[in-house]
């Protein structure tokens, strides 16, 4: 222990309630019992108060408790780079492992969290999202805290912390109590920048705000001066002391560490002289005083400045054009000034200035042009030391532009760094800066597009101003302008602006003489135009992509993309699901990625609906399960995340497997939230939830949702599944509100039938509209109803004439209505929708006064989870005198949703626990014999005959009859 660090100690007045507050969160990390537990403890004030001086106590303290100490320090001049406290904190836990055991330690995160701690350079490939690196360090704290608890992590001014690190850490800070963990941040009120701005609201220990440190009282800093002066110094002489440094804790010491270096008896009569000593301390006075000490001297402080912290000597020395003897010299005078710290017991810890406010009155001492040119020399001097392009890169954000293509070449190759490890905004600010210096002519629209692809997340409509500005430039390079008319289209759409999008495609597509350059563009605006709800001319549209369709191999990802579009603008217009089924096998021949790096995930994900719609849901899932573990090995948790939740929650509600697809919309619309309201990915989630829970019975609770979030017009110009209109307007008819409802569903007539949209698996809003109207337009209803039939049976998804068969039931005249149920029913029986299949049942059963069947629709309303529905038809059984199924039935159902569905994990459903894995033997016998299998002959338990059995399998594998074949070879007992 040094006499510098007593000293510290010893010095620190005024603290006690401080420290008694540490000492109490250290009682209770450390402590025993159930009580022990971590907390969140924030200490702010202006500079000089004693912040850091009260974080070297507590560190200490709970090093002498065995405490693992995290530690780390804002910079004003690092706020720039980009997971720097981040590192500081973490970095020195896990450097000096092998990649074997650094692999081991990070997981699945390493290739996600490594770039961003600097443990291991960025792979190539999409990089991940900023939610998805966040959960990463979440991830990786939380288990080195569980690994090495009690931990005491310290932030000392959080005000200069960089922006990535800070968003991080405040969003991490409320799990510290509910770890071993104690989190304590210093900061300045007054500069704790937006980022941080949560810090100020934490509750900490006991609902506490954060603690502010008040000046010193005149009695505390007559200790101060008399520990430092002797006890001879009088009362007049400490109280001017007090009042030119107004109980500054910092300046007090400092004062009189200057009385005492010039010998000055502390009396009354020299108490006039304080206020110049004090003045010595800061701006000018700083300045005069570091110049007394030798030109060298002065140019190797400004080098120190200029670097931050941590500062290698001899890479000051290069900055500042020394020796090494002369910066040997140079360290020595100014840590005699008290300028620079005292040397510590650490190696390689590098030079620290003595305080903040002195690096920062040196810093702002330098001349103007000079401070530039020695950030110029440091950037030079860090790539030069093999420290990298990103470490240089905020050196020359401070440089003035002047042509030169190595700082262009530099900034570019940092953004390129930050971006693939996650910080797009770093990237951003170093490309903007290079377009300013500026890059040679034809370097100009490469430079462009790269700041428009680090602008895309978060400032889109720059970045169709960067696309477009690149576009402009006259460079003859036809990949990059292919790749940056990709981007502009995928910009724009998903700024909801999705006929700009196609427009800029089509622009390009004549000029483009390669053709598989050609091609590729096609692919991408009948992408767009797959997904623009007020595409104009959509039926010529899925002409030219029929014929263009048929003609390709699948020979590459282009052509598969291609086809892929072509199977899901079948799905939509109502072709055969033979059609459907067979374009998309096409593209599934061989392994189809849904995280390319320069493609959008939008195309798997409607190979994979075109499968849910064509009734097999269950390869639908499939796709799915394998597509979230591609974003999430990405670190793709945001948006992509966010829709593959949502829309695997949609496949659970069509499959009646409710109570699974709320809690997977639910987990979909908190990623949503993080996204941002009235974005696309919010309109899918809010969608969905409503849908399931309408199907659940539960009214008056969508409503309340749909209201929270604003959800209703002006519906979103991008084609949303399901259909937000249609979404919107069933809500208002289970409401009562038929009126308005009507006004909504002959909207999307208008909307969608001029564009060939009128599969009703997709879109049941003939259906919808036919119910709506029964009562007052039945002759309307019924022709509605019928053309719904008509329409699903051209389609042919058992589910979807089932569907349609059951709502033309319900308008139709009562002579009619039994046996189109009873075809509903048979067609249900054997699909894999079990709420539809419910519906029908207790349709038919209330239709035909069927105790039996509606017993079997109570029992299968249960499974799903549609109470609403089970509700309902219990009423209408025990209005019959039946009596309500109960006891084995309603514990396999229990046992098998026990069985089926996944575990939820903190971060939302769990990826695995399909319902299929629940086969009974009699129903794995029904479905084998129905895909022709040759296995002995078995019968159904009373009340459950084989057809019952094979219905079961039927939703367990997630298939209709034609598909048992292909489920049951990938089914594993």
Known sequence: MTDRRTRMRRTMVEREAELATV????????????????????????????????LAELR???????????????????????????????????????????????????????????????????????????????????????????????????HWADPESLGWLAAFAPRAEHLPLLLVVAYRPDELPAD??????LPGRAGQRPLPLAPLTPAAVAALVREWLGDHADDAFCQEAWAVTTGNPFEAVELAAKVRDKGLTPVEANAPLLSDLVAAQRGSGLAARLERLGPSTVRFAWACAVLGTAIPQDLAARVAALGTEEAVDATGRLRDARILSAATDERDAGLEFVHPLIA?????????????????????????????????????????????????????????????????????????????????????????????CASLLTEPANTVNHLRAALAEPFDDPALRQGIVIRLAQVLAHSDRLAEASESLAREIPNTQDVRARLRLQSEQFMWDAFNAAETDSPARSRRLARLADRLTGRDLTERYVIALR???????????????????????????????????????????????????????????????????????????????????????????????????????????????????????????????????RVDEAWELAREHEYGRPFPAAVVFPDSQTVYAELLLARGQVRAAVAELEEVDQRLTPRG???????????HLARALAADDPDRARALAGDAVRRARAFGAPSGIGQALRVAAEVAAPEDRAGLLEEAVALLARSPAGYELARALAALGTELRDADLLARAVVTARECGADGLVARASDVLLGLGGILPCGPDAKAAKAAKAGEAGEAGEDGPAQGGLTRDGLAEEELRAARRAAGASVPDGSGRPGQGPEWALSAACRKLGTDLPGLPAALKAYAP
């Not at 829709?643 to 949503?672: H, K, N, Q, T, V």
């Not at 949209?757 to 259906?767: F, V």
Request: charged fraction near 25%; include cysteine; proline fraction near 6%.
């Open 567 to 697: 199977a899901w603008d079948a799905c939509l217009r109502g072709e055969p699901v033979d059609v459907v089924l067979h374009h998309a096998g096409r593209v599934l021949e061989r392994p189809f990625s849904w995280a390319h790096e320069d493609r959008g995930f939008e195309v798997p994900v409607l190979v994979a609906m075109a499968h849910m719609y064509a009734d097999r849901p269950g390869r639908a899932e499939e796709l799915f399960e394998a597509g979230t573990a591609e974003f999430e090995r990405q670190g793709w948790r945001g948006a992509h995340l966010s829709f593959a939740y949502s829309l695997r929650a949609y496949i659970r509600y069509r499959r009646g497997r409710l109570a699974e697809a709320e809690e997977l919309a639910r987990a979909g619309l908190r990623l949503a939230e993080r996204v941002g309201r009235r974005t696309p990915v919010h309109w899918y989630a809010i969608a969905i939830l409503l849908t399931t829970l309408l199907a659940r019975g």
């Open 196 to 201: 941080a701005a949560a810090f100020r609201t």
């Open 23 to 54: 000492d109490e969160a250290l009682d209770q990390l450390t402590g025993p019992g159930p009580d022990a537990g971590g907390a969140l403890l924030a200490f702010s004030g202006p500079a000089g108060l004693g912040k850091t001086t009260l």
């Open 757 to 767: 949209i009128q599969n009703p698996a997709w879109c049941p809003w003939q259906l």
């Open 360 to 452: 920062t009155g040196i810093y702002r001492a330098i001349p103007d042009a000079l401070r530039v040119a020695l950030h110029g020399k440091a950037a030079a001097a860090v790539v030069d030391a093999g420290l990298g392009s990103s470490a240089a890169a905020r050196h020359l954000l401070e440089t003035h532009p002047e042509n030169d293509p190595w700082v262009v070449r530099v900034l570019r190759e940092a953004a390129g760094e930050n971006l693939r490890a996650g910080a797009p905004d770093a990237a951003r600010r170093q490309l903007a800066r290079a377009l300013r210096e500026p890059p040679d002519f034809d370097e100009r629209a490469a430079v462009l597009y790269e700041l428009g």
């Open 60 to 158: 200490r303290r709970a090093h002498a408790r065995s405490c693992t100490v995290l530690a780390a320090r804002g910079g004003e001049q690092e706020q720039s780079q980009p997971f720097h406290v981040a590192r500081q904190l973490i970095q020195p836990q896990l450097a000096g492992t092998s990649e074997q055991e650094l692999r081991a330690a990070l997981g699945g995160w390493y290739s996600i969290v490594g770039p961003a701690l600097g443990l291991c350079a960025p792979e190539q490939g999409a990089p991940p999202d900023p939610q998805g690196l966040r959960d990463g360090l979440d991830w990786v704290l939380t288990h080195l805290v569980v690994k090495r608890a009690p931990v005491t992590l310290v932030l000392d001014d959080a």
